[in-house]
C-alpha cells in the first residue's frame, strides 16, 4: 500500500459531510509502542454533524461526546453492545460537534492474515478482517483509551492522504463511490450520508 502525506487538522476542519467522502481512499495508521504499526486503506465512512439525530451530541455535551466540541483532529472512540468500539475522526471547527466514523479498511491479504494469527483468530475471509467499524478496532487494537488521541504522526493512531496511484485511480474512474444511507442507526436513517468504495471487497455491507 503506497503511503500519503499525513492528513493534517487544518484539511479536517470541514464539514464532515465533505470529510467524509475525501477520506475514501485514506489511510488510517496504527502505531504501537514497539514501533510496529498496521496500515489500512479507508473504503467506508459515514458523517455525523450538527442538528443531526444520529449524533452522539445531538443533545448535549458529556464527558463521553465532548472531544467531538474540540478542534478537529481528534479521534473519538466510543464502545456499542458493550463490546464493539467504534473509531470516528473528529471534524469541523472548534465547537461544532461533528465527526466521521470510518466503517471499514482494506488491508493487505498477507498482512491482515499475519496479524489474525498473531491475535489467535482463523478468519475464513482474510480481506474482511476490517470490514465494519467493530472488526477494524478489533484488527487495530484501538479501544477507548485511544479516545481524544491526536491525530498526528508518532501518535497511535494518524491518517494519510490518498496515494498518487490511488488518486489517480479515482481520477481515470477506476475507482467510483456510492452514496447511501447509514446503518445501523434509529434515528436520521434517511440521510444519504454513507459513502463507501464501489470496488472495494472489504465494505461492511452494500
Known sequence: MGMGEPIVAAWLSRSSLDVAPELIGCTLVRRFASGEELRGMIVETEAYTVNDPACHAYRRRTARNQVMFGPAGFSYIYKIYGMYHCFNVVT?????????????????????????????????????VAAGPGKLCRWMQIDTSLSSTPLVPGSPLWLEQRSPAIQQAFDDGTHTLVQTTRIGISQGTELPWRWYLNESPAVSRR
Not at 466514523?101 to 474482511?128: F, N, Y
Open 92 to 128: 469541523d471547527g472548534d465547537g461544532i460537534p461533528s465527526a466521521v466514523l470510518i466503517r471499514a479498511l482494506q488491508v493487505d491479504h498477507s498482512l491482515s492474515t499475519a496479524v489474525a494469527h498473531i491475535q489467535h483468530q482463523s478468519p475464513d475471509k482474510p480481506h474482511r
